[in-house]
């Protein structure tokens, strides 16, 4: 039977409640699996405090239990260089000693010196936190062999966010045959529960650059990273730990001058602020915050017939990220352009994760308003690893209101089978110039069957989205499209075969409009490989019909020192039709490190197109990003982009350090589109 699409409400009810209870129907029937092996460890508790220096000289050490027996990723075997840890805690910190054996220590790679930045060409190795063991969410901890740190968190979504960021400190020395790292966490930087005898989740991951080797001390080829296969970490006595509420708050003060053609100053100031309620629950406050020391976004010069996504850079947004994240965006904090006060909470409390913000400031999607907006993302967990979300939002502004309700769930009927689905529906008035400027009640549903065993990805879905569902804060690319889309991808590594690994995957999609004539009709394939020589071949090809467009695109790439980010170099081609217009694509990218402190991405693509009538068009884009590690306290980071219509947007940072807790950032902003703004922006915090 054939649902109609002119239907939506009803259809959408039906298609929800079908796909929600039929998963679960299943769950009565299923033979409960054997569970498997939990690796596990244990802490001590010392009333001792360690001296960072990367030796594990002090007594507490010598106490301490080890663990080791990390499993190589490749060949899913015991590592041949193999990492040894231990754990230790007070009242207020956690401790982390790891020892990262090595036989040939001259080949040990070091170069980052830059905090939270990813070490794409160096050893590393990370630490994976679960404190309240929902099996859903993680802090992770990473450390170079220099000492130098970065850290992010997860949450049920299963997306990392490498926005998140706390204070913590480390130390790492290199010895005769290994690597030693010493961490100190404060209790207070993670949501735990002061209580005895407590069970946590906990992983460690190790990368060896020059074997390209990734290993885990506690391994599944399927997820190896996901908290649901962390093992245990026991003898947990946190019943007087001490509760610090963290307080941390900035005022600063900023100037910014523009000079085009006229000069015109604007002085700011404005406060941040974060503090926690309880250990588990933690909440950030803002007044008038001002992101100018924020890097530009990437340009591109793509042909696209859909909005483009914009990853959030500003750090008031990135606190509980990790937890508002859909498998259809229904918040996309972008929208969010100028604020002038905002509250978050966020946190997990008794079986539930959360987090609230409330904003005050102008919005922006399909044309711009200013007014009040509320969001509120609840995750309830089921079972053992199942969860359930929840979503509201509201957001009553001087042109208009938007009010979006949704659910959503992530279900393992077993350890391979995992169900997930997501509804939602919207009522909004928009009274600017867009295309939903009634009200208009707006719904989307979507339903997905998963199989993931390694070395297999596969999934088929069906999506529903009202032609109206377009919410005010939300990103949806796509609209009026109701169908099926299905998704196989095998991948695999090896430590003995010509190759290091390989990756081919199949997607297709078709979708009908809400008159039920054909809308979207898509299919891709893709393939890569790596060789043991480091060289890396892709291929893809595409045959796509978005009406009225029949589009496809072939292309081709090839990477020499692929596993070796800093000496890799990759060249794409592409052939193919967008639209009316025909072309070929040649792209470059190089990235290297002409000494230790700058490292340096570059990037250029050039498009020849042939246009109806006989008009041909070079579009072209060249892209240069460097991050300047001057001093410990001081940096330069510089983006510039040009593209052949004479559209260039040149952003450099310069951030210093003066004092301790004490920040000067001055930035200089030139962008030309088609005409030309400079800008000149200057910026002083402090953190008390």
Same mark, same amino acid.
């Given at each position: 039977?054939?649902?109609?699409?002119?239907?939506?409400?009803?259809?959408?009810?039906?298609?929800?409640?079908?796909?929600?209870?039929?998963?679960?129907?299943?769950?009565?029937?299923?033979?409960?699996?054997?569970?498997?092996? &939990?690796?596990?460890?244990?802490?001590?508790?010392?009333?001792?405090?360690?001296?960072?220096?990367?030796?594990?000289?002090?007594?507490?050490?010598?106490?301490?239990?080890?663990?080791?027996?990390?499993?190589?990723?490749?060949?899913?075997?015991?590592?041949?260089?193999?990492?040894?840890?231990?754990?230790?805690?007070?009242?207020?910190?956690?401790?982390?000693? &790891?020892?990262?054996?090595?036989?040939?220590?001259?080949?040990?790679?070091?170069?980052?010196?830059?905090?939270?930045?990813?070490?794409?060409?160096?050893?590393?190795?990370?630490?994976?936190?679960?404190?309240?063991?929902?099996?859903? %969410?993680?802090?992770?901890?990473?450390?170079?062999?220099?000492?130098?740190?970065?850290?992010?968190?997860?949450?049920?979504?299963?997306?990392?966010?490498?926005?998140?960021?706390?204070?913590?400190?480390?130390?790492?020395?290199?010895?005769?045959?290994?690597?030693?790292?010493?961490?100190?966490?404060?209790?207070?930087?993670?949501?735990?529960?002061?209580? %005895? %005898?407590?069970?946590?989740? &906990?992983?460690?991951?190790?990368?060896?650059?020059?074997?390209?080797?990734?290993?885990?001390?506690?391994?599944?080829?399927?997820?190896?990273?996901?908290?649901? %296969?962390?093992?245990?970490?026991?003898?947990?006595?946190?019943?007087?730990?001490?509760?610090?509420?963290?307080?941390?708050?900035?005022?600063?003060?900023?100037?910014?001058?523009?000079?085009?053609?006229?000069?015109?100053?604007?002085?700011?100031?404005?406060?941040?602020?974060?503090?926690?309620?309880?250990?588990?629950?933690?909440?950030?406050?803002?007044?008038?915050?001002?992101?100018?020391?924020?890097?530009?976004?990437?340009?591109?010069?793509?042909?696209?017939?859909?909005?483009?996504?914009?990853?959030?850079?500003?750090?008031?947004?990135?606190?509980?990220?990790?937890?508002?994240?859909?498998?259809?965006?229904?918040?996309?904090?972008?929208?969010?352009?100028?604020?002038?006060?905002?509250?978050?909470?966020?946190?997990?409390?008794?079986?539930?994760?959360?987090?609230?913000?409330?904003?005050?400031?102008?919005?922006?999607?399909?044309?711009?308003?200013?007014?009040?907006?509320?969001?509120?993302?609840?995750?309830?967990?089921?079972?053992?690893?199942?969860?359930?979300?929840?979503?509201?939002?509201?957001?009553?502004?001087?042109?208009?209101?938007?009010?979006?309700?949704?659910?959503?769930?992530?279900?393992?009927?077993?350890?391979?089978?995992?169900?997930?689905?997501?509804?939602?529906?919207?009522?909004?008035?928009?009274?600017?110039?867009?295309?939903?400027?009634?009200?208009?009640?707006?719904?989307?549903?979507?339903?997905?069957?998963?199989?993931?065993?390694?070395?297999?990805?596969?999934?088929?879905?069906?999506?529903?989205?009202?032609?109206?569902?377009?919410?005010?804060?939300?990103?949806?690319?796509?609209?009026?499209?109701?169908?099926?889309?299905?998704?196989?991808?095998?991948?695999?590594?090896?430590?003995?075969?010509?190759?290091?690994?390989?990756?081919?995957?199949?997607?297709?999609?078709?979708?009908?409009?809400?008159?039920?004539?054909?809308?979207?009709?898509?299919?891709?394939?893709?393939?890569?490989?790596?060789?043991?020589?480091?060289?890396?071949?892709?291929?893809?090809?595409?045959?796509?019909?978005?009406?009225?467009?029949?589009?496809?695109?072939?292309?081709?790439?090839?990477?020499?020192?692929?596993?070796?980010?800093?000496?890799?170099?990759?060249?794409?081609?592409?052939?193919?039709?967008?639209?009316?217009?025909?072309?070929?694509?040649?792209?470059?990218?190089?990235?290297?490190?002409?000494?230790?402190?700058?490292?340096?991405?570059?990037?250029?693509?050039?498009?020849?197109?042939?246009?109806?009538?006989?008009?041909?068009?070079?579009?072209?884009?060249?892209?240069?990003?460097?991050?300047?590690?001057?001093?410990?306290?001081?940096?330069?980071?510089?983006?510039?982009?040009?593209?052949?219509?004479?559209?260039?947007?040149?952003?450099?940072?310069?951030?210093?350090?003066?004092?301790?807790?004490?920040?000067?950032?001055?930035?200089?902003?030139?962008?030309?589109?088609?005409?030309?703004?400079?800008?000149?922006?200057?910026?002083?915090?402090?953190?008390?």
């Amino acid at each position: 039977m054939m649902i109609k699409p002119d239907t939506w409400p009803g259809n959408l009810i039906l298609i929800g409640l079908f796909f929600l209870l039929f998963p679960l129907s299943l769950l009565s029937g299923t033979e409960t699996e054997e569970p498997p092996v &939990v690796r596990e460890m244990y802490a001590i508790k010392t009333e001792d405090e360690i001296i960072l220096d990367g030796k594990l000289d002090e007594e507490f050490w010598k106490r301490a239990p080890v663990t080791t027996g990390f499993i190589d990723q490749r060949s899913h075997q015991l590592a041949k260089s193999q990492t040894l840890v231990r754990i230790a805690y007070t009242r207020t910190h956690l401790y982390v000693a &790891v020892e990262c054996l090595e036989d040939e220590p001259d080949k040990i790679r070091a170069t980052e010196r830059r905090e939270d930045r990813a070490f794409v060409s160096d050893d590393w190795i990370e630490v994976h936190f679960d404190p309240l063991h929902t099996r859903r %969410n993680k802090y992770a901890f990473y450390v170079n062999p220099l000492g130098t740190k970065a850290d992010g968190n997860e949450g049920p979504s299963g997306m990392f966010n490498y926005g998140w960021t706390t204070q913590w400190d480390a130390a790492a020395s290199i010895g005769k045959d290994r690597w030693t790292v010493e961490m100190k966490i404060p209790l207070s930087a993670i949501n735990f529960i002061r209580r %005895n %005898n407590q069970v946590w989740g &906990v992983n460690f991951t190790r990368c060896q650059r020059h074997t390209d080797t990734i290993s885990f001390w506690s391994f599944n080829p399927t997820d190896p990273y996901k908290p649901r %296969n962390f093992g245990y970490l026991k003898g947990m006595d946190l019943a007087d730990a001490k509760f610090d509420r963290n307080w941390e708050t900035t005022p600063y003060v900023s100037s910014r001058i523009d000079f085009n053609g006229q000069t015109k100053s604007e002085f700011k100031a404005g406060l941040d602020t974060t503090f926690r309620l309880t250990p588990s629950i933690i909440s950030s406050w803002t007044l008038y915050p001002d992101f100018g020391q924020v890097e530009a976004d990437d340009d591109t010069i793509e042909l696209r017939d859909t909005e483009r996504f914009l990853p959030e850079k500003r750090l008031f947004f990135r606190e509980g990220e990790e937890l508002i994240r859909m498998p259809n965006r229904l918040y996309y904090s972008r929208r969010f352009t100028d604020i002038y006060a905002g509250g978050k909470v966020s946190g997990q409390w008794d079986g539930f994760s959360f987090t609230a913000m409330d904003i005050v400031g102008k919005v922006t999607h399909d044309g711009t308003s200013e007014g009040n907006s509320t969001v509120m993302r609840v995750i309830q967990n089921v079972r053992e690893k199942d969860n359930i979300g929840y979503y509201v939002s509201d957001s009553e502004l001087k042109d208009g209101h938007s009010r979006v309700v949704g659910i959503d769930g992530y279900f393992f009927v077993t350890d391979v089978w995992r169900y997930e689905f997501q509804l939602a529906g919207a009522i909004e008035e928009r009274n600017w110039d867009t295309d939903l400027s009634d009200n208009k009640n707006a719904y989307l549903g979507s339903s997905r069957i998963i199989y993931s065993k390694y070395p297999f990805d596969v999934w088929l879905s069906m999506v529903a989205i009202s032609p109206d569902f377009n919410p005010l804060l939300g990103y949806i690319p796509r609209r009026n499209i109701y169908g099926p889309n299905f998704y196989a991808a095998y991948h695999v590594d090896s430590e003995k075969a010509r190759w290091k690994r390989i990756w081919m995957s199949y997607e297709t999609q078709y979708f009908l409009n809400d008159s039920s004539d054909l809308s979207i009709n898509d299919h891709r394939v893709f393939g890569n490989i790596v060789f043991q020589n480091d060289i890396g071949l892709s291929a893809m090809h595409s045959q796509d019909y978005h009406a009225p467009w029949h589009n496809n695109r072939t292309s081709m790439g090839i990477s020499f020192f692929t596993s070796d980010f800093w000496k890799s170099i990759s060249l794409t081609g592409a052939k193919g039709k967008f639209e009316e217009i025909k072309y070929t694509e040649i792209g470059l990218e190089k990235n290297f490190k002409p000494f230790e402190r700058l490292p340096i991405r570059y990037e250029f693509n050039i498009r020849f197109e042939d246009k109806p009538d006989n008009q041909t068009d070079t579009p072209w884009l060249n892209r240069i990003v460097f991050d300047l590690y001057l001093a410990k306290d001081m940096w330069i980071k510089s983006s510039i982009q040009h593209r052949n219509d004479n559209v260039h947007n040149i952003s450099i940072i310069y951030g210093w350090q003066f004092r301790k807790n004490t920040w000067w950032y001055l930035v200089f902003n030139s962008v030309r589109n088609p005409e030309t703004y400079n800008s000149i922006f200057t910026k002083i915090t402090y953190t008390f």
